[in-house]
């Protein structure tokens, strides 16, 4: 019987930075720097110039640095966000955290992002940000979406937990938007060893702020100038992500041979296979590809020890936690035909040439068989 291939191998991926990352966190035990400290502001720095941006403030979540740019931007209750439903849930819930209104749109077909053909149509009077995802690594359409909002005098903020690193036109995403929202969830293409996120702005004044408020509301120790939070990154996780980031070039680098060895192997398939813009260059967080018999492919792969998941199987206008949206089946049908149809294969730095065409031919035999 073949080996196993899991998912997502976060052992193999630890496996030999194992001594430098004990060494860094040891030395964070022996400074006793645990919440934020110098390891964080050092990670910072690096991550800032990794995106190409002025500044990167650490915490403890994506979730966290994308619910803190929308406050940047001061939007509130009453507010309205465009954004899109095909996504982890965490987009929306930074527009729910601050009280404002998730306003979705359809995507496009080919890349799973929002659709920039059909945003203009769902701006209203209310409206006060723009709110793309650079799904499974691949950067959105920004350039119809910058012009659209230039034009409405709106802000964009960009979700890029999934796309460290990821190209729009030969330039990496995070500093086309006024803000953008990273994440270090372990399985993330840079993970922590347990939470974190970052919050990348080109803008001082937001960096200060988002500063501030994830400490808090304070700059100065028990003087707090605006309702904050405790949204800190731990001083174990920017010492981590320090030694990590180092590999990250590299890591995507195997990603995108993955998906091209992928993307050759399964072209006789009767697959839809991800489709990379030519205006993009993804990193390849997920390779998704889409089938209408997805489930008995699912359950192939599975009775095969391959092992694969659903990114994501239900659209967010249709979740229970947004049934008060008042959003119903058929309102954006791309969204819902991609949630039917997706299926994410196993694709990481350390997958080899042999485990993809294992893959590959156990899906061949679906199809065949
Ligand atoms: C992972 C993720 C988030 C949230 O990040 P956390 O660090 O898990 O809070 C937000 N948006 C997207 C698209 C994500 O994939």
Redesign the pocket.
């Known amino acids: 019987m073949d080996q196993p291939i899991p998912y997502l191998d976060l052992p193999a991926q630890l496996r030999p930075l194992r001594k430098e990352i004990d060494a860094v966190i040891a030395k964070t035990l022996d400074n006793c720097s645990f919440c934020l400290g110098p390891d964080v502001v050092q990670f910072e720095r690096d991550f800032a110039s990794f995106c190409e941006a002025k500044h990167a403030a650490g915490f403890n979540?994506?979730?966290?640095a994308?619910h803190v740019a929308l406050l940047l931007l001061n939007v509130g209750p009453g507010d309205e966000v465009i954004t899109t439903p095909h996504?982890?849930v965490?987009?929306s819930w930074a527009i729910s955290y601050v009280g404002a209104r998730p306003v979705y749109v359809d995507i496009d077909d080919q890349t799973c992002t929002m659709d920039p053909k059909l945003v203009e149509k769902a701006i209203t009077p209310r409206t006060k940000a723009i709110m793309p995802?650079h799904?499974y690594g691949h950067p959105c359409d920004l350039e119809p979406l910058l012009a659209i909002c230039r034009k409405h005098n709106l802000p964009l903020v960009e979700?890029a937990?999934?796309a460290h690193g990821a190209k729009y036109k030969g330039k990496v995403v995070g500093t086309f938007g006024a803000v953008s929202?990273f994440?270090?969830?372990p399985g993330?293409n840079l993970g922590a060893c347990g939470?974190?996120?970052a919050l990348v702005t080109n803008s001082e004044a937001y960096a200060t702020r988002a500063r501030s408020l994830r400490e808090h509301g304070s700059t100065q120790r028990y003087y707090h100038d605006e309702v904050g939070f405790n949204y800190r990154m731990e001083g174990i996780q920017g010492a981590v992500l320090g030694v990590k980031l180092k590999h990250l070039n590299q890591w995507t680098q195997a990603r995108r041979h993955v998906a091209n060895l992928y993307h050759k192997l399964l072209a006789d398939t009767p697959l839809q296979l991800p489709h990379e813009a030519v205006w993009a260059e993804s990193v390849y967080h997920l390779y998704v590809v889409r089938h209408p018999r997805r489930d008995a492919l699912k359950k192939h792969l599975e009775e095969h020890k391959i092992g694969c998941a659903l990114h994501y199987p239900l659209p967010l206008h249709l979740q229970k936690c947004y049934g008060s949206l008042g959003y119903k089946a058929g309102d954006f049908p791309v969204a819902e035909k991609a949630a039917r149809e997706c299926l994410s294969l196993p694709i990481y730095p350390e997958l080899t040439d042999s485990q993809v065409q294992r893959v590959a031919q156990v899906i061949h035999k679906f199809f065949e068989g």
Not at 61 to 64: L, R, V, W
């Open positions: 979540s994506g979730t966290s994308l996504t982890f965490a987009t995802v799904l979700d937990a999934q929202g994440s270090f969830y993330k939470e974190g996120g």
